[in-house]
């Protein structure tokens, strides 16, 4: 299980990113949901996976985690 690194705001904000709230059942859905096709390119196949550890960490902060991982 990864560590759950709580979120910098101003270093968010350097990064480019910005918040983002979902509820509790979205989040778990995006965490668990890989949409990937077979002949998904690494590039798309890691962006899913970004996206679904975020959503899982920001679960996990929430008190339900999951472990997704992609492919
Ligand atoms: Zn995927």
Redesign the pocket.
Known sequence: MAEVVPTNPQAEAAQGRVALWLDSEDLRWLARH???PEDASREV?ER?DRLRFRASAALHKHGSGTDAT??
Do not use: A, I, S, V
């Open positions: 890989c949409c990937c196949r899913c992609c492919g």
